[in-house]
């Protein structure tokens, strides 16, 4: 189940590839893989390499990007996220986009104290969109991309802050 103990899973997956797909325009199949894929490692027993064995390695190496390193305390682990990030094909950064987009649609729905659980979404937003402004120009799905997740911060105002 997500944190809010009523959407399974596999919802999330889902709408971050839907919202890769229809929202920010991208077809293609590496990227919609990848964002199926993109908290495998992190939240299952699947490693690196079965993904790689069953989608190729270009799609592990981009699900690995948006991987975290849980092994390294809070701060060090952001910022060598973020530096994993930025170090890695666009389109980790696209679906880094559509996960945020995902999470921050998500903030509506919870109570207060669950929204307060999640008050580093908009921060999580905006990084993102940060990491990914140097792609915008050369990727059309992640200008679409970036717009909308602005949008969808501006949208959320207050709702994000409590």
Known sequence: MRKDGRTPYVAHP??????????????DAEAIAAALLHDTIEDTLTDFDEIAERFGESVAGIVAALTKNMALPEPAREAEYDARLAAADWRARLIKLGDVFDNLSDLSSLSQAERDKMADTPDKCRRAVALAERDAGSHPEVKRAIA?????????????QG
């Not at 889902?14 to 077809?27: I, K, L, Y």
């Not at 909308?148 to 994000?160: I, K, N, P, Q």
């Open 14 to 27: 889902f709408r971050v590839a839907m919202t890769v797909r229809d929202v920010f325009g991208c077809d």
């Open 148 to 160: 909308s997740v602005r949008a969808a911060l501006a949208a959320a105002g207050g709702r994000a």
